[in-house]
C-alpha cells in the first residue's frame, strides 16, 4: 500500500494518465512546439511571444517580449467576470524586456493576457486551454450544489484556501493522501490550496467547530467515540462548511462565502482493510471518499448519478475495467468549476435584504 500511495503522490494526478493509455488527451501539435503564429503580437511599442496554449494542468503558461517603459511590473492576468485577476508577476530589465511564468492550474479554455499599468501600459491578450489528463466520464449536468435560500455555498476563488490535516490517528500516509486530494480540487476550481501544517484539532465534536486564524479548512481523522455518527448514520466521512459569510461574486450575484470548511474521517475504518489507501485500486479506496467530502467543503451536494464522485453512495468509483478510481467526473468537475474562479472574486457585505450576514451551517454530509 505505502508503495502504491508514493507512486501516486510523486505522480500527482498523471497516475489517471498511466492507466487510461491511449484515451489520454493531448495537446494540439503545434501548440506543443511552442508554435507562434497569431499568439505572437507585435506592435510599435512593445510585443509578446506566447509559449504553447494548449497545456496539460500543471504545465505553466509562459510568455517571453518586451513593453515600453523599462523596469516595468509585468502581470500575468486571468479574465474573471468583474474583472482580470494577476497569477504572476515580473519586472522588466531596463530595456522592457521580460520573461514571465505562471502557473494557471485550471481546467478549461481561459482568456489570459500579459499586462502593465500606468502612463506606457500595455497589453496582448490569447487563449490558454488547460486540459485534463484523464477523460472525465458521466454527465457534466449531473452536479447539485449546497445551497440556502437559492444561494450556493462557496469559498472565494480568489483567495487561498490553507489546510491543516490532523493524522494523529492514521500517521504520514493520512496527510499524503489528503495533499494529493486537495490538488485535484485546485485544478477543479482553479482556486488555490496550501498545506500550512499539522493539527490536533477535530471538527463536528461540539454545535460549531471553529478554527485558529490563518486556517481555513481542517482535515482531521477520528474514531467511532469520539464521532458516534459515524455508526448511526452510518458513514465513514463527513464534510462541508463550517463558517459563512454574505458576498457578492464577479457578476454581483449573491453567494454564501464560505470562510471555513472542515472534512473527517472515521479511524476504524481507516484500519479495517475495506478501504485502500490509494486512488486506485481493486477494491473502494480513501482517494474516493476524500474527493468526495471535500466536494461537500467546497459547495457540493449529492448527485444523483451513480458515476459521479459526489453520489451519495462511497465506494462506487468503479470503472469498466473493474478498478476503482479517485479522479472527479464530469458533472463533479462542472460542479465544482462554477463554485471556481469561473465566478470571479468576491466581495463581502454586512448583510442580504434578509438582515443576515451568514447562512446557517448545513449538517456536515457524509
Not at 6 to 24: E, F, K, M, P, Y
Not at 129 to 134: E, G, N, R
Not at 279 to 294: D, I, R, V, Y
Request: hydrophobic share 40%.
Amino acid at each position: 500500500m505505502t508503495a502504491r500511495l508514493l507512486v501516486s503522490a510523486a505522480r500527482l494526478l498523471t497516475a489517471a494518465a498511466l492507466v487510461l493509455g491511449a484515451t489520454t488527451l493531448a495537446p494540439a501539435s503545434a501548440d506543443a512546439r511552442g508554435h507562434h503564429g497569431h499568439h505572437g503580437h507585435h506592435g510599435h511599442h512593445g510585443k509578446v511571444v506566447w509559449g504553447p496554449t494548449t497545456i496539460f494542468a500543471g504545465t505553466p503558461v509562459t510568455a517571453t517580449g518586451r513593453v515600453p517603459r523599462g523596469r516595468a511590473k509585468v502581470k500575468l492576468q486571468v479574465k474573471l467576470p468583474g474583472g482580470w485577476h494577476t497569477f504572476a508577476s515580473t519586472r522588466a530589465s531596463r530595456k522592457g524586456t521580460f520573461s514571465i511564468s505562471g502557473a494557471l492550474g485550471w481546467y478549461g479554455g481561459h482568456q489570459v493576457r500579459v499586462s502593465t499599468s500606468g502612463r506606457h501600459r500595455f497589453k496582448r491578450a490569447t487563449t490558454v486551454s488547460v486540459l485534463s489528463v484523464y477523460p472525465p466520464r458521466g454527465n457534466p449536468a449531473d452536479h447539485v450544489f449546497l445551497q440556502y435560500g437559492g444561494l450556493r455555498y462557496s469559498f472565494n476563488p480568489c483567495q487561498t484556501v490553507r489546510y491543516v490535516v490532523n493524522a494523529d490517528d492514521v500517521g504520514p500516509n493520512g496527510i499524503l493522501l489528503a495533499q494529493i486530494a486537495m490538488a485535484q480540487v485546485s485544478l477543479a476550481t482553479g482556486i488555490s490550496v496550501q498545506y500550512v501544517g499539522t493539527s490536533h484539532q477535530i471538527p463536528y465534536l461540539t454545535e460549531e467547530t471553529r478554527l485558529p486564524e490563518g486556517q481555513d479548512m481542517l482535515i482531521a481523522f477520528a474514531d467511532e467515540a469520539e464521532i458516534p455518527r459515524f455508526v448511526t448514520t452510518p458513514a465513514i466521512g463527513f464534510g462541508g462548511p463550517i463558517q459563512t459569510h454574505a458576498a457578492l461574486d464577479g457578476s454581483r450575484q449573491r453567494v454564501w462565502e464560505t470562510t471555513q470548511a472542515a472534512a473527517v474521517f472515521d479511524t476504524n475504518a481507516w484500519f479495517s482493510g475495506n478501504y485502500d489507501w490509494s486512488f486506485q485500486s481493486a477494491k473502494p479506496n480513501w482517494g474516493e471518499t476524500m474527493l468526495h467530502e471535500f466536494g461537500h467543503a467546497f459547495g457540493l451536494d449529492h448527485s444523483p448519478a451513480a458515476d459521479e464522485i459526489m453520489f451519495w453512495q462511497a465506494g462506487n468509483g468503479r470503472y469498466p475495467d473493474g478498478l476503482f478510481r479517485g479522479l472527479y467526473d464530469a458533472g463533479d468537475l462542472t460542479g465544482l468549476a462554477t463554485n471556481g474562479l469561473g465566478q470571479g472574486c468576491f466581495r463581502r457585505v454586512g448583510h442580504f435584504r434578509t438582515g443576515t450576514d451568514s447562512a446557517p451551517v448545513p449538517a456536515p454530509l457524509p
